[in-house]
């Protein structure tokens, strides 16, 4: 038995994960959003809510949240805390767009749905409560919502917060100064208002929560008596409301809530029963629609309900809110990228949208904290707009859309095509020792922060992944007529190459190294006592076409990172600092950068072993990044989501288990590769190009992808021997198309069997 099935189970398509045990390893979390709010929660209610504007500015609503039951002096959780009350009949149910917490407690069954609507910026919690006795019962439904509206790092007394309850909007709110929407600061209103009328409310954390109580056992409830109506003043705000319901013997009654931002106190929302019941089924349209242009089917069930419940999920989420926190550069680009895969009209809009935060000579920011720039100095973010345009523009077959024009971060105008051209013009020129690609502050590994601060250390990894972003500029300006650009970018591409295997190239290891510091020190070199290779460099030499070395490379890098667990980053991990290294060197052995099993890099490399035609090494890839394949790695982390890294075998018990879930490119990267590569679903300009990897003991699969509006309904038919495509059928007549490239016919439905084989 698979480790999560301890703990609950699939439902249906994937899209819905039910929790039955509710002590699982950790808290195991869904997130919910649209454009301009996210909030998460976990089974057992804990979570975080964020309304965000068109620049990334945040409101910090919500920073947890907790619903009680009282009656009389007794109170309890409808959210089943603390673990091991005497709760029952407990179930979570995490689906996409809503999560749903039910349980019985003396007699009283309690169900509550979180949801975020398809506007608005708000989520929407509905309680239902139903008398179990044969007797009446009198009870009040108190909702808590804690918030970081107020600062959370302004001490108390230099609060400028303030809050109470508006009778109209029958709502507790606190109001705080700050930019959304606009650079100077603004009065913002953060609010809950209930559907019944309130019977009592709290804005004052301390009068609730009290100034040594906990959320799990407020003040206010120790003595019976609710809530103390307490305002506030310059102190901690919380929002409480308190709803008094009757219930005869056999009884139900639903109080709604809307736990909002808004930008006057007019914006303060009420919720009914009709408007939650029409704004819920909305949003269930939406994930219906948006969710099932592609579809899969394995003869392995996780990585089915994953891919068709999850992955999709999480990758829409990532391209609009990136790290959730803060919108990281490369977080949003890469995502959007994997996004056209299901949704690319959505994933341009996004990018567009990315594209604007570029400055004006080519360089891209590491990350937009409240609407601010936050540059930290990282070479990398530049690179990754010319993959991300590259891919949406084949899925949607349209080069004319790289002359739309997208404003620079200053204000000033140009194309999608000027924004990538002068990225790839910046980073060739932005060169260090040997010409290649400096590393600065920092590369797609964030913690290699003190390799090139003196502005000569330099980036292979980086240097390898500008040649991809160069060859793929040259096929962008040859789709315009651009043949001058073109021409360039494939000189500056073999040039740099040149230089690469010249100066990045390990003679004696036979693999590239990951960087040269300011004082030309090798990282990822065969002679270093640490850290003597790199797996990303490897990885990305294929994906760059840099010949039969890059193979060679990978077949080194499995030699000495690959593990039961999975594929290491890189080897030895680091024992100590290096002054020339960074943050990396400060992380135990075996965890994340520092030697880890990253799973970012390992679906990348899903879609290297599909280049190379090794599905032997693919299904074991998609295997081990599976959360809950093997027991190592359920002993923490959600089944239905993606992480970030498992820890390496030397890290003691947490061995297997994962770091960080949702906010990573895992999930995003994954989709990709299973799409695009496994199964070969290559958009080209003319159609969709089928060259598939899949792996042999998959005598049967099928993948479902719409295309151009046009329905690929695809089944895989191997023999054992290989996966090469041997012949193809459309509608049950023979076909035949150059490089396998089936055309896109508007509106049709096209049903094509691939036959699988070695050529």
């Given at each position: 038995m698979?480790?999560?099935k301890?703990y609950g189970?699939?439902?249906?398509d994937?899209?819905?994960?039910?929790i039955t045990e509710?002590e699982t390893?950790?808290?195991?979390?869904?997130?919910?959003y649209?454009?301009?709010?996210?909030t998460?929660?976990s089974?057992?209610?804990?979570g975080?809510?964020f309304?965000?504007?068109?620049m990334?500015?945040?409101?910090p609503?919500?920073?947890?949240?907790n619903i009680?039951?009282?009656?009389?002096?007794n109170?309890?959780?409808?959210?089943?805390?603390?673990i091991?009350?005497?709760?029952?009949?407990?179930?979570?149910?995490?689906?996409?767009g809503?999560?749903?917490?039910?349980?019985l407690?003396?007699?009283?069954k309690?169900a509550?749905r979180?949801?975020?609507?398809?506007?608005?910026?708000y989520e929407?919690?509905?309680?239902t409560?139903?008398?179990?006795?044969?007797?009446?019962?009198?009870l009040k439904?108190?909702?808590?919502?804690?918030?970081?509206?107020?600062?959370?790092?302004k001490?108390q007394g230099?609060?400028?917060a303030w809050g109470?309850?508006?009778?109209a909007k029958?709502?507790?709110f606190?109001?705080?100064?700050?930019?959304?929407y606009?650079?100077?600061n603004?009065?913002?209103?953060?609010?809950?208002?209930?559907?019944?009328?309130a019977t009592?409310?709290?804005a004052?954390?301390?009068?609730?929560?009290?100034?040594y109580g906990?959320e799990?056992?407020p003040?206010?409830l120790r003595?019976?008596?609710?809530?103390?109506?307490?305002?506030?003043?310059?102190?901690k705000?919380c929002?409480?409301?308190e709803?008094t319901?009757?219930?005869g013997?056999?009884?139900?009654?639903t109080?709604h809530y809307?736990?909002?931002?808004a930008?006057?106190?007019?914006?303060?929302?009420?919720?009914?029963?009709e408007?939650?019941?029409?704004?819920?089924?909305?949003?269930?349209?939406?994930?219906a629609?948006?969710?099932?242009?592609?579809e899969i089917?394995?003869?392995?069930?996780?990585?089915?309900?994953?891919?068709?419940?999850?992955?999709?999920?999480?990758?829409d989420?990532?391209?609009r809110?990136?790290?959730?926190?803060?919108?990281g550069?490369?977080d949003?680009?890469?995502?959007?990228?994997?996004l056209a895969?299901?949704?690319?009209?959505?994933a341009?809009?996004?990018?567009?949208?990315?594209?604007?935060?570029?400055?004006?000579?080519g360089?891209?920011?590491r990350?937009?904290?409240?609407?601010?720039?936050?540059?930290?100095?990282?070479?990398?973010n530049?690179v990754?707009?010319?993959f991300?345009?590259?891919?949406?523009i084949?899925?949607?077959?349209?080069?004319e859309?790289?002359?739309?024009?997208?404003?620079?971060?200053n204000g000033?105008c140009g194309?999608?095509?000027?924004?990538i051209r002068?990225?790839?013009?910046?980073?060739?020129?932005?060169q260090g020792?040997y010409?290649?690609?400096?590393?600065?502050?920092?590369?797609?590994?964030?913690?290699?922060?003190?390799?090139?601060?003196?502005g000569?250390g330099?980036?292979?990894w980086?240097?390898?992944?500008?040649?991809?972003?160069?060859?793929m500029?040259?096929?962008i300006?040859?789709?315009?007529?651009?043949?001058?650009?073109?021409?360039?970018?494939?000189?500056r591409a073999?040039i740099?190459?040149?230089?690469?295997?010249e100066?990045g190239?390990?003679?004696?290891g036979?693999y590239y190294?990951?960087?040269r510091?300011?004082?030309?020190?090798?990282m990822?070199?065969?002679?270093?006592?640490?850290?003597?290779?790199?797996?990303?460099?490897?990885?990305?030499?294929v994906?760059?076409?840099?010949?039969?070395?890059?193979?060679?490379a990978?077949d080194k890098?499995?030699e000495i990172?690959?593990?039961d667990?999975?594929?290491?980053l890189?080897y030895?991990?680091?024992?100590?600092?290096?002054?020339?290294?960074?943050?990396?060197?400060?992380?135990?052995p075996?965890v994340?950068?520092?030697?880890?099993?990253?799973?970012?890099?390992?679906?990348w490399?899903l879609?290297v072993?599909?280049?190379?035609?090794?599905?032997?090494?693919?299904?074991?890839?998609?295997?081990k990044?599976?959360p809950s394949?093997?027991?190592y790695?359920?002993?923490?982390?959600?089944?239905?989501?993606?992480?970030?890294?498992?820890?390496?075998?030397e890290?003691?018990?947490r061995?297997?288990?994962?770091g960080?879930s949702?906010?990573?490119?895992?999930s995003s990267?994954?989709l990709?590769?299973?799409?695009?590569?496994?199964?070969?679903?290559?958009?080209?300009l003319?159609?969709?190009?089928?060259?598939?990897c899949?792996?042999?003991s998959?005598k049967?699969?099928?993948?479902?992808?719409?295309?151009?509006?046009?329905?690929?309904e695809?089944?895989f038919?191997?023999?054992g021997?290989?996966?090469?495509?041997?012949?193809?059928?459309i509608?049950?007549?023979?076909v035949?198309?150059?490089n396998n490239?089936?055309p896109?016919?508007?509106?049709?439905?096209?049903?094509?069997?691939?036959?699988?084989?070695?050529?």
């Amino acid at each position: 038995m698979n480790g999560y099935k301890w703990y609950g189970h699939f439902e249906g398509d994937g899209s819905t994960f039910v929790i039955t045990e509710p002590e699982t390893p950790r808290h195991w979390y869904n997130y919910m959003y649209n454009d301009e709010y996210v909030t998460f929660t976990s089974q057992v209610g804990f979570g975080e809510g964020f309304a965000q504007d068109d620049m990334g500015r945040r409101i910090p609503l919500l920073s947890n949240r907790n619903i009680f039951i009282c009656e009389g002096e007794n109170s309890w959780s409808a959210f089943g805390l603390p673990i091991g009350y005497g709760y029952t009949d407990f179930s979570c149910a995490h689906s996409n767009g809503s999560s749903a917490i039910s349980l019985l407690y003396n007699d009283v069954k309690s169900a509550v749905r979180i949801f975020v609507p398809n506007e608005g910026k708000y989520e929407i919690w509905s309680v239902t409560l139903t008398n179990n006795s044969d007797k009446a019962r009198e009870l009040k439904v108190i909702s808590y919502a804690k918030t970081e509206l107020d600062d959370p790092y302004k001490p108390q007394g230099y609060n400028l917060a303030w809050g109470g309850f508006n009778k109209a909007k029958n709502a507790v709110f606190g109001r705080y100064y700050m930019p959304f929407y606009s650079k100077r600061n603004r009065p913002v209103w953060g609010y809950m208002a209930s559907s019944e009328e309130a019977t009592g409310f709290d804005a004052r954390r301390n009068a609730f929560i009290g100034p040594y109580g906990d959320e799990q056992h407020p003040v206010a409830l120790r003595k019976g008596s609710g809530c103390t109506g307490s305002d506030c003043n310059s102190e901690k705000l919380c929002y409480v409301l308190e709803n008094t319901l009757t219930l005869g013997a056999g009884e139900s009654r639903t109080v709604h809530y809307i736990v909002g931002a808004a930008l006057s106190e007019d914006e303060i929302l009420r919720p009914t029963d009709e408007s939650v019941a029409s704004e819920f089924a909305e949003m269930e349209k939406k994930y219906a629609l948006r969710l099932h242009d592609v579809e899969i089917e394995t003869p392995i069930e996780h990585l089915n309900y994953l891919y068709n419940g999850w992955l999709r999920y999480a990758t829409d989420m990532g391209s609009r809110w990136a790290r959730v926190r803060h919108n990281g550069y490369r977080d949003m680009t890469s995502d959007t990228e994997c996004l056209a895969a299901i949704n690319p009209t959505l994933a341009w809009e996004r990018m567009k949208r990315v594209l604007s935060y570029q400055y004006e000579n080519g360089y891209a920011p590491r990350t937009i904290i409240g609407g601010n720039i936050a540059d930290r100095n990282f070479a990398d973010n530049t690179v990754w707009m010319t993959f991300a345009v590259h891919t949406i523009i084949r899925e949607l077959g349209k080069p004319e859309l790289l002359l739309e024009e997208v404003k620079f971060n200053n204000g000033s105008c140009g194309s999608v095509y000027e924004h990538i051209r002068r990225s790839v013009d910046y980073l060739y020129n932005f060169q260090g020792l040997y010409g290649l690609v400096r590393i600065w502050g920092g590369d797609w590994n964030d913690c290699v922060n003190y390799a090139g601060l003196g502005g000569k250390g330099v980036s292979v990894w980086l240097s390898i992944a500008w040649v991809r972003a160069a060859k793929m500029l040259a096929e962008i300006a040859d789709w315009l007529g651009k043949s001058a650009d073109a021409k360039l970018a494939r000189e500056r591409a073999a040039i740099m190459e040149r230089r690469i295997n010249e100066y990045g190239w390990d003679e004696k290891g036979g693999y590239y190294i990951y960087a040269r510091t300011d004082d030309d020190i090798k990282m990822g070199a065969s002679d270093c006592e640490e850290g003597r290779i790199f797996l990303i460099p490897q990885l990305w030499s294929v994906f760059a076409g840099m010949g039969e070395r890059a193979a060679g490379a990978m077949d080194k890098a499995e030699e000495i990172l690959e593990t039961d667990l999975g594929i290491r980053l890189a080897y030895p991990a680091y024992s100590h600092q290096y002054s020339y290294i960074g943050s990396m060197a400060e992380k135990m052995p075996g965890v994340q950068d520092n030697g880890g099993i990253y799973l970012h890099p390992s679906a990348w490399k899903l879609a290297v072993d599909s280049i190379l035609r090794r599905p032997d090494r693919v299904e074991e890839g998609i295997k081990k990044m599976l959360p809950s394949d093997m027991d190592y790695a359920v002993k923490c982390g959600e089944p239905y989501a993606m992480f970030n890294s498992y820890f390496a075998p030397e890290t003691g018990y947490r061995a297997g288990t994962p770091g960080q879930s949702w906010r990573t490119a895992s999930s995003s990267w994954m989709l990709k590769s299973i799409t695009e590569y496994v199964f070969g679903l290559h958009a080209e300009l003319s159609g969709l190009r089928i060259d598939p990897c899949l792996p042999l003991s998959w005598k049967s699969s099928k993948i479902t992808k719409v295309f151009r509006s046009c329905r690929y309904e695809i089944t895989f038919l191997g023999n054992g021997e290989g996966s090469d495509v041997l012949a193809m059928e459309i509608n049950g007549k023979p076909v035949s198309y150059e490089n396998n490239i089936v055309p896109a016919t508007m509106g049709e439905t096209l049903k094509i069997t691939v036959h699988l084989g070695r050529k």
